[in-house]
């Protein structure tokens, strides 16, 4: 089962990854650093991989967090100056913006991690999710 998604994953799957691309994309999972191996390990699939899922990644939470800033200005700040109801966009805007924004940091860094590890042993490891949009970017 492990030889047959292994297969699926990339190209190169099979081969041993460098020890120069090994480490491209471990440090490719550094918050902003996804560029490192995109532009840098060129010449190597294993980097590559591990970039475009660290960019995907990266741009998800990006958009995240500016879809709650926006929600947070509009339901919290503008509707929430309104007279008794306000008190509920407050508090709409509120649960948005930290307990499910704690949620999505605490995941990220668990992904983030757990991408270095998978990257640092040398494995083609797909995000759930954000692999298969990272397979279709053309970098």
Do not use: C
């Not at 047959?4 to 190169?12: D, M, N, Q, V």
């Not at 099979?14 to 650093?33: F, H, I, M, T």
């Not at 560029?35 to 995907?56: C, I, K, M, N």
Request: aromatic content about 12%.
């Amino acid at each position: 089962m492990a030889d047959a998604t292994l297969k699926e994953i990339g190209p190169a799957a099979e081969e041993r990854a460098s020890s120069d691309a090994v480490l491209l994309a471990a440090l490719g999972y550094v918050p902003l650093l996804f560029f490192l191996p995109l532009f840098v390990g060129t010449r190597e699939p294993f980097a590559r991989f591990h970039g475009r899922q660290s960019l995907v990644l990266f741009a998800a939470v990006l958009v995240f967090n500016i879809g709650v800033g926006i929600t947070d200005l509009v339901l919290g700040r503008m509707l929430g100056g309104m007279f008794l109801i306000g008190l509920f966009f407050r508090a709409v805007a509120w649960l948005i913006h930290y307990p499910a924004g704690l949620v999505v940091a605490l995941a990220y860094v668990a992904v983030v991690i757990a991408g270095i590890a998978q990257a640092a042993t040398g494995q083609y490891w797909r995000i759930p999710v954000v692999g298969v949009f990272a397979e279709r970017l053309r970098l």
